[in-house]
C-alpha cells in the first residue's frame, strides 16, 4: 500500500518523466511517444518505490534489475535513470545526437541500463538468464521485464515463456504494456492476438491484470506477484499509448512522431493542467 | 598419427573448468549428447541449463547470465548456434560484449551423413562478421582443451567451431592458446599452407606427398579465425614462393578471403585458395567422401600447391 503522500510523489514523478519525453522529443523530431507514455507510470513506481536501486549502486550484486524489452520505449526509461541522477541532465538534450550518450534504443553504455533491447523478444531471454544467476548465487534480487503488446508476436518470447516457467523462476516478475496500438495501427487490426491472459496462463504464468496508469494498481500486483511463489508471473498493464497528451492517446501516428510548433505547446499545457491539479 | 575426439575435449574441459570455476555455467538444446557437453550436466546438474530446442532463446538466456557475472558456454550444431540465433548473439550478446562463449558443434560437412540442412559451410564466415566476436576454430582436440582454458579468462563473447570426427593430434600440449597466434606445423621453403580447423590434418598429409616431389612446403595452422593478424601472416610468407589457403567452409567471407584482404599490396606472390564454393553441403556415408567432392580434400591441396607454384 502506498502512503497518500508516497502516492503523489510517485504521480509527480510520472509527470516529471512526461514533460522530459517532450523535452527530449522536441519540435520537428521524431520520437517514441506512445509507447513511452503508456509506461510512465509502472516506470516510475518500479524505480522510485520498488526496486532496490539507487544510482550510486549500480553494479550492487543485490540490486534489481529492470529489462526493457520493448526496447523503443527507451525515452521513459532514460527520463527515470536522469531524474535518479544516473547522467547529467544535459545528457537529455543530446538524446540519439552524434556523440550523446542516450542512444536511440537501450545500450548498456547507458548508465542504469541492463541489457542491449529494441531487437524485440529477447527482453524476456535475457531476463531469464539474469534470473537464473541470481537464483545460483542465492541472490534477493528481482529482475522485471517489461513487454509490449505488439511484442507478443516474436516466437523467441514464447521459447522465454516456457523456460522461465520450466525453472519456476519466481523471482522474476514481466509486464506486458497492453495499450493496443502497435507501429503501423491497432493491434488488433495488425496482427490480432486474442487471448493474451490464457496464453499465458497456458505457458505455466501466473496472470495479474492492473490499471496500467493507476499507481497504487500497480504495486498492488507487483505485491502480488511477489507472494506468489513456484512460478513467474505477468501483469497485463492496461494503459493507454500516448496517455497524458489528448492528441496522441490512442494515435498510432505517435507512436514515433514527431511534435509541431502547435503540438509541442499543447503538450506542455496539458502537463501544466495536470501539475497544477496535483 | 593417433585421432582423437574434439567433441569429447570440449565436454572433458568444461567438467576440468567447472572444478576450477564456479562461475562456470553450461546450455545446451537438446543436443548435449552430440556436442558432448552433458558430461558437464552430470559433475554439476545445478550449473547446467537444458534449454529444449529453442537456440534464440538459449542465446539471449546465456547473454542474461554472462551480464550477472557467470560464464556461460552454449553449445548446440554450428549451423543453429551461428545462423538461427544470429540477431540474438549480435544483440544480446555481441554489442554489449557479454562474456557468453558459444560452441558451434558438429561444424562444416563434419556431420556428413544429416546433410546441408545439419551442415555448416558459412558459421565462422557469418559470426566473424560482428564487431567484438572473436572466432576460433581448433584443429585437434589437444587445441580445443587449449583454447577452453583461454576462453574461462578471456574477457568478450566468442565462438568456437568444434569438428564432428575424430581428428589427428599435431599440436602440443605445452604452452598456452594465444589468440590470433598462428602456429607452424611442418617446414619447408617453396610455399606456405594457411589450413585451418580440420585442413590442417589434409594439407599435412598434402605436405608429406609434395615432399616426394622434392617441393617444400610450411603447413600453418590458423586457428583463430579472428583475430587475423598480418604481421602474423608475414612471419610465414617471407621467402616463400606461394600462398595457399585451405578452410573447410565457403570461400566468400572465409579464411582465404580474409588473408588475401590482409596481404594485399603487401605480398605479391602466387594464391591459391582451397574452400568450399558457393554451395552448401549434402549427404554421404563418409567424410571424406564429402571433402573430395567440395574440393577440399588432401589432393586438392597438393593440386593447389603445384598450381601456385607452377609445377
Known amino acids: 500500500m502506498l502512503k497518500p503522500e508516497e502516492k503523489k510523489d510517485l504521480q509527480k514523478i510520472a509527470l516529471q518523466l512526461r514533460y522530459d519525453l517532450v523535452e527530449m522529443i522536441g519540435i520537428g523530431a521524431a520520437g517514441h511517444l506512445g509507447g513511452s507514455c503508456s509506461l510512465a507510470e509502472t516506470i516510475a513506481l518500479l524505480y522510485f518505490h520498488k526496486m532496490n536501486f539507487s544510482a550510486d549502486r549500480l553494479k550492487d550484486p543485490n540490486r534489481d534489475r529492470l529489462v526493457l524489452s520493448k526496447g523503443h520505449a527507451a525515452l521513459i526509461q532514460y527520463a527515470a535513470l536522469c531524474e535518479a541522477r544516473c547522467f547529467p541532465r544535459e545528457e537529455l538534450k543530446r538524446v540519439k545526437t552524434l556523440g550523446g550518450l542516450l542512444q536511440g534504443h537501450p545500450d548498456m553504455s547507458i548508465p542504469g541500463l541492463e541489457a542491449v533491447t529494441g531487437s524485440l523478444g529477447q527482453g524476456l531471454s535475457i531476463s531469464l538468464g539474469i534470473a537464473l544467476a541470481l537464483r545460483l548465487n542465492k541472490s534477493p534480487a528481482r529482475v522485471y521485464t517489461i513487454m509490449g503488446d505488439g511484442e507478443q508476436s516474436e516466437g523467441q518470447l514464447w521459447e522465454a515463456a516456457m523456460a522461465v516457467a520450466n525453472f519456476k523462476l519466481d523471482n522474476l516478475t514481466a509486464f506486458i504494456d497492453y495499450n493496443q496500438v502497435q507501429a503501423t495501427g491497432p493491434t488488433k487490426d495488425v496482427f490480432n492476438i486474442p487471448e493474451l491472459d490464457k496464453k499465458w496462463s497456458a505457458f505455466g504464468w501466473n496472470v495479474i491484470n492492473a490499471k496500467g496508469h493507476d499507481v497504487e494498481n500497480i504495486l498492488e500486483a507487483v505485491e502480488k506477484a511477489e507472494t506468489l511463489k513456484g512460478k513467474p508471473s505477468v501483469i497485463i498493464l492496461e494503459t493507454i499509448k500516448g496517455k497524458g497528451f489528448s492528441f496522441a492517446e490512442g494515435n498510432p501516428a505517435y507512436h514515433n512522431g514527431t511534435f509541431t510548433e502547435e503540438t509541442y505547446k499543447q503538450a506542455l499545457k496539458e502537463l501544466d493542467a495536470v501539475k497544477a491539479g496535483l | ?311
Do not use: W
Request: net charge negative.
Open chain 2, 1 to 311: 598419427m593417433e585421432k582423437q575426439s574434439l567433441r569429447k575435449a570440449y565436454g572433458d574441459a568444461l567438467v576440468e573448468l567447472g572444478k576450477q570455476n564456479s562461475d562456470i555455467v553450461v546450455l545446451e538444446a537438446d543436443l548435449g549428447k552430440s556436442t558432448m557437453s552433458y558430461v558437464f550436466k552430470e559433475s554439476f546438474p545445478d550449473r547446467y541449463f537444458e534449454m529444449g530446442i529453442a537456440e534464440q532463446n538459449m542465446a539471449s538466456t546465456s547473454a542474461g547470465l554472462a551480464l550477472t557475472g557467470k560464464i556461460p558456454f552454449y553449445s548446440t550444431f554450428a549451423v543453429f548456434a551461428a545462423g538461427r540465433a544470429y540477431d540474438q548473439i549480435r544483440c544480446s550478446i555481441a554489442i554489449p560484449k557479454a562474456n557468453v562463449r558459444i560452441c558451434g558443434s558438429s561444424c562444416g560437412l563434419s556431420d556428413f551423413g544429416d546433410g546441408k540442412t545439419h551442415q555448416s559451410v558459412e558459421d565462422g564466415n557469418i559470426i566473424k562478421t560482428l564487431p567484438h566476436m572473436i572466432v576460433l576454430n581448433p584443429c585437434d582436440a589437444v587445441e580445443v582443451k587449449k583454447m577452453m582454458g583461454f576462453l574461462v579468462s578471456y574477457q568478450g563473447p566468442a565462438y568456437i567451431r568444434i569438428n564432428r570426427n575424430d581428428l589427428p593430434v599435431f599440436t602440443s600440449p605445452d604452452g598456452e592458446f594465444q589468440l590470433g597466434k598462428i602456429y607452424p606445423i611442418t617446414e619447408g621453403g617453396d610455399a606456405v599452407i594457411f589450413a585451418t580447423g580440420v585442413m590442417v590434418s589434409k594439407s599435412a598429409e598434402a605436405a608429406e606427398l609434395l615432399k616426394k616431389d622434392g617441393i617444400g612446403v610450411q603447413v600453418v595452422n590458423v586457428s583463430s579465425l579472428k583475430p587475423l593478424l598480418k604481421e602474423e601472416l608475414l612471419k610465414y610468407t617471407a621467402g616463400k614462393k606461394a600462398i595457399i589457403t585451405a578452410e573447410e567452409a565457403v570461400k566468400i567471407g572465409g579464411l582465404g578471403a580474409g588473408i588475401a584482404s590482409l596481404l594485399i599490396g603487401e605480398v605479391n606472390l602466387p594464391f591459391e585458395q582451397v574452400g568450399i564454393n558457393d554451395e552448401f553441403g549434402t549427404s554421404a556415408h563418409g567424410y571424406e567422401e564429402l571433402l573430395e567432392k567440395y574440393g577440399i580434400s588432401t589432393n586438392h591441396i597438393y593440386n593447389a600447391v603445384k598450381k601456385a607454384l607452377g609445377k
